[in-house]
């Protein structure tokens, strides 16, 4: 009987240590098939920490799969969770008619899940695709996005590449619960139907995939892409985890999941669940003879363990520091010990006083370094080249940059982007400026960076932000606006509340008539010509009395005067962008004009440029909105409140601009010259001012930039990353 017993003792023990080894409860199930399944996660009742981390092993698969609802999961670790994709995938007949329409769709809506945004990407494959993303799944959290994907022949298509050409990515925001991707076609793939006749879309893993050209007709490497999700317990920070969620010997961080929360994990020296009483337990570093830690003794202690070196022998006794090494009897130990005191000593104080020089010192280097890189010495040289006209131009230093912004401090933020983060800034003349700090920078093509810095600090505009200067003493270029105080016409237009707006049609049609004429003078009466590129509501910007003013030049192209049309690598916003220009990727200045009648379709109807929340025939406000007119049924998309008989008047007029504007075809379209002089004409003037402006500002530009050099027309990403003025949005 007591054999019995020491059996039974000696079997529950080893089913404890073997639980504790792979981080689950005793009694629970530790793997499902393949996949491992540690605690907070548990299959069957109480063997997770909560219910929404229960998994269900389905044993009717072999081997069985794991799953968490509808999810299928295929690996789980301490801080992530990795589901099977889903992929959509639309497919078309030789007519160009729909064959299949599968759409992506993965809701964690009501989970402690978010997919991660670090780690996933969204890729549309095709060869005259264009995919939609959006998320509508929290009514304070909506998410559009997407990407277009073209090539004329799939042998032009390049393997492990995805910027465009029969593959393209884009990244989704932080806590992102809702995921939907709808992939469409440019030109009912007619054009590519010889050898791509399907699109798809999906979201997973960026370092599982690379892109192949056979993915173009196969979706079948595409499913072993895992989607990446991340979690967390609670919405309470650290510091408020009043429920004590972390156990013994852990400790507690908080991920940067964009929406909070907490998570454990055992503190070094022990391991186990950190969500269990008792679950983090001591690890025996010396339990090991041949791999532990210590070149001779080594004994473990709760939580770390001590190496200690033998008789007759003298050091730290550690693999990794200085091991041991025999002591010699005749060493003068005193003599030794005061030889290392004073020159401790010494070394102290010399080295104290070295750092702090060599630190200054490098200091002033990196400064001075960082400014020849990004081109200062060209820049000074240009102003100094110039005879006056340049009072305005400011190369600020950095402490001038920190002092105005209080060392970057987060409450001057005023907004982040893609590009960078955008603070507020109080110059020691008391003038407030926005200061633009980008993320990453392009040392290429300098000369062109300070030719256009040149020019865009000199267009002197009212209805343009002015560019007023730069700090060249960082690594990436910071750049000094003028401060509009109003946000941008996107969040009068489309209040967050729901609420209609309350900008007149007056102010409407006034706001409109200023951008325009602020686009026609970057097209005509510039020294150098310059397409926007990126004119929508959100790079409107207004001030205290709604004066407009266009904004954001990082995506902009300087037009050599010889020039009509710039080949370039497709950029822009989806729903503003100029379909001819997609598909030829041919910028002209016509393709301003498109970006312009969508926002005229804005101002005239209330209604956002791209919309999922509308029936699919009228996502796009461009194609409702000429469709609306052909059908007379305008009416019923106006949203500019009640208006007397004139006004009607100027409303009808704008609405047949509008669709003017919203030609496809480029030649079709009239000029932003054209389009300021009809909008004044609508605000009922006689003459028209802005023409004046614009004589004038030419003759002053003229001057300002007459040894400024042309820019070359090769697309720079300097234009992306440093003259952007992409205000938060």
Known sequence: MPRKLLLLFLLLWLLFELAAAIKQLPGCQAKCGNIDIPHPFGIGTGCSYIPSFSVT???????????????????????????????????????????????????????????????NKVTVLGCDAVGLIGSTGLEEFSYTGGCASVCDRVENVIDGSCSGEGCCQTSIPKGLKVFNA??????????????????????????????????LSTTSSLEDVPVVLNFAFGLQSCLNNTSGICKDNSECYEPDNGVGGLLCNCTNGYEGSPYLNQGCEDVNECEDAINNPCTDNCTNTVGSYHCSCPAGTYGDGRKDGNGCSPRS??????????????????????????YWS???????????????????????????????????????????LKLATNNYDKKRILGQGGFGTVYKGILPDLKVVAIKKSKIADKNQLGQFINEVVILTNINHRNVVKLIGCCLETEVPLLVYEFVSNG??????????????????????????????????????????????????????????YTAKVADFGA???????????????????????PEYLHTSQLTE??????FGVVLAELLTGEKALSFKRSQKQTNLATYFVQSMKENNLSQLLQ???????????????????????????????????????????????????????????????????????????????????????FPR
């Open 329 to 354: 009897d005749g060493l003068p130990l005193l003599q030794i010990m005061l030889g290392l005191g004073f020159g401790l000593l010494f070394l102290v104080a010399g080295g104290s006083w070295l």
């Open 57 to 119: 092993c389905n044993t009717t698969f072999n081997p069985p799969k794991a799953f968490i609802g509808d999810l299928e999961v295929v690996h789980i670790s301490k801080w992530e969770l990795r589901i099977k994709n889903v992929i959509g995938r639309n497919c078309y007949d030789r007519s160009g008619a729909l064959t299949t329409a599968i759409p992506s769709h993965i809701n964690l809506t009501g989970t402690q899940f978010t997919f991660s945004s670090t780690k």
């Open 640 to 726: 500019v409140g009640e208006l007397n008989e004139t006004e009607m008047e100027q409303v009808e007029a704008v609405a047949e601009l509008t669709k003017r504007c919203l030609n496809l075809k480029g030649d079709d379209r009239p000029s932003m010259k054209e389009i300021a002089a009809e909008l004044e004409g609508c605000r009922g003037f006689d003459r028209h001012p802005w023409l004046i402006q614009i004589s004038n500002e030419e003759e002053n530009m003229s001057l300002n930039t007459k040894q400024v050099d042309g820019a070359s027309g090769q697309y720079s990403m300097q234009n992306e990353m440093m003259l952007s003025m992409n």
């Open 488 to 545: 941008n016409l996107y969040h009068h237009l489309h209040k967050i509340d729901g609420m209609a707006t309350s900008i007149s049609w007056k102010d409407r049609l006034r706001i409109a008539s200023e951008t325009a004429g602020a686009l026609a003078y970057l097209h005509s009466a510039a020294s150098i010509p310059i397409i926007h590129r990126d004119v929508k509501s959100a790079n409107i910007l207004l001030d205290h009395n």
């Open 590 to 595: 016509k393709s301003d004009v498109y970006s």
């Open 182 to 215: 709808t992939v469409g076609t440019l030109n009912n793939n007619s054009r590519v139907q010889p050898f791509d006749h399907c699109n798809s879309a999906f979201l997973g893993d960026q370092d599982m995939y690379r892109f192949k050209v056979s993915d």
């Open 556 to 578: 902009s192209r300087m037009n050599p005067s010889d020039k009509t049309q710039i080949s370039t690598l497709v950029q822009g916003t989806l729903g503003y962008l100029d």
């Open 358 to 400: 060599l630190k200054k010192r490098k200091l002033i280097k990196l400064k001075e370094k960082y400014f020849e890189e990004n081109g200062g010495l060209l820049l000074k040289q240009r102003i100094s080249s110039f005879e006056g006209g340049f009072e305005s131009t400011k190369i600020f230093t950095t402490e001038e």
